[in-house]
């Protein structure tokens, strides 16, 4: 954790809890780095940088002005705004020290080639993917080059995409800042990308491997069709290879001068590799077993971008992956028996389940996109973020390039539209055709397919059968992303049991004493007020259990402001935070129970969960701190307590004694301080486990204790998202609630209403 301010900072200084300070692409670099993951040495460029940048200038005035009541929906009038507001970027002027920082560090990886990549502070989180909006420069060479890159990439903040990204995801944006990690560059021979999922149903089993010739620009942007390769993640066997020839590479320019625009171009793939597999089967597992360790580190799935050169891999990138669904299993084969009759005009890769109907409109640019309208389907030779407006009005969509993790299918997952991609000759499709594309077999077929019409139909209905279950234990949902509580909340929840304030707070970007420092402490409360409102409003009258912020030093300290009003901690995770950080900081836990109180006057729904609580009396003097801003226990506000430390367990009785209305087990933390290990060590991942006896031995007393004394008991941490088993023992021993990520929500119902049948329990 880096506590000082710096222009540049290196990769082995930073870690995954430095999201604020060098963005997500930057903290999960350093931190592959510090777990001796093959990652190429390099260095970031700060957000805070970029952030004192645009000050320095006076641009943050004129970006504003610039951005004042823009319709994002009218293309012209957004490029316009956009590309002039880059040109104000590139024409400032960088300040010396900064450039000069730059050009040291650059020199300290010992010059060559680098990689110039942007990387946004609120990119890479689960649920949210800032996937391609900003600008990467390969094969950069020279300092002074170097330098004109991140300030190309400082610009790139501002593309229209991004900024159409920013408004439709009610992102602020002066408050989302840009980092530049600055790597050596690997030449790679063949490159790709890798999920440690199968992307398209979320099937966990399995590790997808994708792989072209030449620089991995060509497979991200869509531009060539890639190999694809199935590896079973327990086996570690190849199921199955699929080789795709290639013809065209991105590589290096030989002759070129090193400036970012003209480091590489397209070339010609020699003649004896056109038809080869890009990876054999060893090399293929062997990726595939650096990928299970990346998994097994972060403990979720991965999306990991990869290069090979002389022999040996390297990582460039890693990120949770953000299109996880329900496992619908989508077949071919579970069609009743049928076959479909409509003839098929085309083949590719099933990107995204389901099926669309819709007439054909071919957009080669994305300055057309508004011939597509409602109900359409998009055909492209490939998407880019900037065909995103028109993607979210397709019935379906088509690509000609492109594998199952490029742009195209990325977000057709995101949004639930079915899409192939991959399929040769897309864009020679008739226009006004009505065309059945699906998604889950990867054909297009000319009319109605009415026999996969009607399987998609089957589908949706098995489905919305499985949804309505109805169950006396309560099914909480996780959530802290406002952008997706419309959504989940239209699903068959019953309420929020985990709403984390930390997602809303790192939007903002600052630390609470930072705006109390500033004199203008009301709007951190109405920034936290506005978010949180958000959830209350879309489950409303569902219950919203809101767990006050439970930051740790590290992480307020990459906050703006922040590292001046933290200490350095050696391991923050049993450090200053949660109920204790309540009590000596008064004045700022006072922001945050004015921001509820604010909720409140229009929202009954919204809850309160104490997090961290290390004693009874810690428990007391939070109620008194709660009660001082008249927030008490009543029929309509209820007060939560999160069991996650063993003193939590061994003297439950006494903290219950404080007055509670509930607890809510942290099942992570809990695990964690049970068994003496770091949640984030990659050496002891195996050893963490939910199941393991003592910490099911701590989850059973807490529950039957809970209910014993008539005050509900229920769990949100991972464990039942994870190990459906736990699910069932919790019902057994009598749990309220059970809360989980969306993608479970289906799943955990199905579980919880055959757990409560064998047990006699059903409503």
Not at 9 to 36: C, H, I, M, P, Y
Not at 460 to 485: F, G, H, M
Not at 535 to 552: E, G, S
Not at 556 to 574: D, H, T, V, W
Request: hydrophobic share 40%; proline share 5%.
């Amino acid at each position: 954790m880096v506590s000082i301010i710096r222009s540049v900072v290196w990769f082995s200084e930073v870690g995954r809890d430095d999201l604020g300070l060098v963005g997500g692409k930057g903290a999960n670099l350093g931190e592959l780095t510090q777990a001796n993951i093959p990652v190429p040495p390099g260095f970031v460029v700060t957000a805070e940088t970029y952030m004192r940048f645009i000050k320095s200038n006076g641009l943050d005035a004129l970006i504003r002005a610039d951005l004042a009541g823009l319709d994002v929906h009218d293309s012209r009038a957004l490029n316009a705004r956009a590309a002039e507001i880059r040109r104000r970027i590139i024409d400032a002027p960088m300040p010396g020290h900064v450039a000069d920082e730059i050009k040291e560090a650059y020199r300290a990886l010992g010059e060559g080639p680098v990689a110039v990549r942007s990387s946004a502070t609120a990119e890479d989180l689960p649920e949210a993917s800032f996937a391609g909006q900003q600008s990467t420069f390969l094969n950069v060479v020279g300092a002074e080059n170097v330098v004109r890159a991140v300030q190309a990439c400082w610009a790139s903040l501002f593309e229209a995409r991004a900024v159409f990204y920013r408004v439709e995801n009610n992102f602020e944006h002066m408050q989302v800042g840009l980092a530049v990690p600055v790597q050596r560059m690997v030449q790679s021979e063949k490159s790709g990308v890798m999920f440690t999922v199968e992307p398209v149903n979320s099937d966990p089993t399995k590790i997808t491997i994708e792989a072209v010739w030449g620089l991995g620009e060509g497979i991200v942007s869509g531009e060539v069709s890639p190999d694809l390769y199935i590896v079973d993640k327990a086996t570690e066997t190849l199921v199955s290879a699929s080789v795709v020839p290639q013809e065209t590479m991105i590589a290096r320019n030989g002759d070129g001068d090193g400036a970012y625009e003209t480091a590489n171009s397209w070339q010609s793939v020699p003649h004896d590799l056109v038809n080869r597999q890009k990876l054999d089967e060893s090399e293929i597992l062997e990726l595939a077993r650096i990928g299970k360790a990346v998994e097994a580190h972060y403990g979720h799935a991965q999306d990991i971008e990869w290069a090979y050169e002389q022999g040996k891999f390297y990582l460039t990138q890693a990120r949770p992956v953000t299109t996880m669904r329900d496992g619908h299993g989508d077949s071919a084969a579970d069609d009743g028996g049928e076959e479909e009759t409509a003839p098929v005009l085309l083949t590719g890769q099933p990107a995204s389940p389901g099926v669309g109907v819709g007439a054909i409109r071919v957009v080669l640019d994305p300055e057309n996109i508004d011939i597509v309208k409602h109900g359409d389907v998009l055909v492209a030779e490939m998407t880019t973020p900037d065909f995103v407006p028109a993607m979210k009005r397709a019935s379906a969509i088509i690509t000609e390039r492109g594998g199952r993790t490029c742009h195209a299918a990325i977000v057709s997952r995101e949004l639930g539209i079915p899409c192939v991609v991959g399929a040769a000759e897309a864009t020679q499709l008739q226009v006004d055709l009505q065309v059945t594309v699906d998604g889950s077999t990867g054909a297009v077929y000319e009319g109605r397919a009415e026999t996969r019409i009607a399987w998609a139909e089957r589908q949706k209905e098995r489905y919305a059968k499985s949804a309505s279950l109805k169950t006396a234990t309560n099914l909480y949902v996780n959530l802290a992303e406002p952008e997706l509580a419309a959504t989940v909340a239209a699903r068959h929840v019953d309420g929020v049991g985990l709403l984390r304030a930390e997602f809303i707070v790192a939007q903002m970007g600052v630390h609470p004493r930072t705006f109390i420092q500033e004199g203008r402490p009301e709007a951190y409360t109405d920034a936290l007020a506005q978010g949180i409102s958000e959830f209350c409003a879309a489950f409303d009258p569902r219950p919203v259990v809101y767990r006050l912020t439970d930051f740790k030093t590290n992480e307020y300290a990459n906050l703006r402001g922040g590292a001046e009003f933290e200490q350095s901690e050696e391991n923050p995770m049993i450090g200053y935070r949660g109920a204790s950080r309540y009590i000596q900081d008064p004045e700022v836990f006072a922001l945050e129970v004015a921001a509820i109180k604010k909720v409140r006057e229009k929202y009954r729904n919204l809850y309160v969960m104490v997090p961290f609580v290390r004693t009874p009396d810690e428990l007391r003097k939070v109620k008194e701190l709660l009660a001082g801003h008249g927030l008490e226990r009543s029929d309509d506000f209820k007060l939560w307590m999160m069991v996650e430390v063993p003193a939590n367990v061994l003297i439950i009785e006494r903290f219950i004694d404080v007055g509670i209305d509930g607890i809510s087990i942290g099942s992570n933390d809990l695990t964690q301080l049970v068994l003496g290990i770091d949640r984030d060590s990659e050496m002891l991942a195996e050893t963490f486990d939910e199941r393991n006896e003592a910490v099911m031995a701590a989850i059973e007393r807490a529950v039957k204790t809970a209910r014993a004394r008539g005050i509900t008991a229920g769990i949100c941490g991972q464990a039942p998202s994870v190990y459906p088993e736990i699910t069932e023992q919790l019902v057994e021993w009598g749990v309220t609630s059970v809360s989980v990520s969306p993608d479970m929500i289906d799943q955990t119902r199905e579980i919880i209403a055959n757990a409560e049948k064998k047990l006699g329990k059903a409503p």
